[in-house]
């Protein structure tokens, strides 16, 4: 039995949600991110009781005050997205709101992801994003990544996702992995409701100049890997890394070789005794930390079970001191780990 199927709700916490940039939509300050229930490969490999786990763990989420979720059709190769058609039709309270992405293609498993923005293909899968998830609206359908592939301008490609909020397929517009130049040239076309990049403890560099740009378009920013996929959580060790899929792009990936894993694990163990102080989890304290720079909107926190989604679900009501921000900054600096602005230059929430 899928947990919450039968309504064995956990307590419905008070989340103070946030305005997504100027539309018509209110998130609550944590996401669900489904990258991690297609599996981290081209096609799903896991099995029917994984599933169910994965199910289990965004209804607990959604339980708790989580009411929105991000997925694409190349997480699992189109699985993660009916997963998340399936949860939100489980799920006994309003209906949580789904963020997905167009405009990325991943061919087979021998082949390397590329992004495709031509008009006809984000039309084409936005309808296909619509059959996979069961809904007649997207909440928020968003560029996956740039189109450096095909050629086409980004304004004929924003022209294309603003045709298909003015006929209704889409309540919001958004993008993903999109510098500050590319963000302005489809503001010209049409306002950009949200922006998704990465942020953590470890990856800052957006803190330098990317949110701010969102700030001044009025753009929504939604941050992913906040606990950096696992490293910044209470139970991540060194020797996890040799028990990677082949498959897993994390065993190649510096954060996660030496020496910048032992950088980053310092920095992990310095957020101990802050998360001590809050009474709650490192994976918390890195969540929150995101949700302390004053541009941000939300951030995107994954799971595969309710379990974890216990890891991390403080992060959206924990509110790290100005104590706090300085000695994570000094922890930052001590320990060489990440790059980029190491503190919001205020807290807000």
Sequence with gaps: MVRGERGSASPHRVIQHRRLGRADLTISPIGFGGWSIGGPGHTFTGSADRDSQSVSAMLHAFELGVNWVDTSPVYGDGHSEKLVGRAIR??????????????????????????????????????????????????????????????VPIEDSWGELQRLLEEGNLRAAGVCNFNTSLLARCEAVGHVDSLQTPLSLIARDSAGGLLQACAEHHTAAIVYSPMQVGLLTDSFAASLVEGFQRDDWRRS?????????????????????????????????????????????????????????????????????????????????????????????????
């Design 90 to 151: 489980l799920f006994s309270g309003e209906r949580p709101l789904v963020f997905t992405k167009c405009g990325r293609r991943w061919d087979s498993p021998d082949s390397a992801p590329r992004s495709d923005l031509r008009p006809a293909s984000i039309r084409a899968d936005c309808e296909a994003s619509m059959k996979r998830l069961g809904v007649d609206v997207i909440d928020v359908l968003q560029f996956h990544w740039p189109d450096n592939d095909t050629g």
């Design 253 to 349: 990936h510096g954060d996660f070789q030496s020496p910048g894993l032992e950088r980053n694990l310092l920095l992990r163990d310095a957020l101990r005794p802050i998360a001590a102080a809050h009474s709650t989890t490192v994976a918390a304290i890195a969540v929150a930390w995101t949700l302390a720079w004053p541009q941000v909107t939300g951030a995107i926190a994954g799971a595969r079970t309710a379990e974890q989604v216990d890891g991390w679900i403080d992060g959206a009501t924990v509110t790290l001191s100005e104590t706090d921000l300085d000695a994570i900054a000094a922890a930052i600096e001590e320990s060489g780990a990440g790059h980029g602005p190491p503190r919001p230059r205020q807290v807000g929430r």
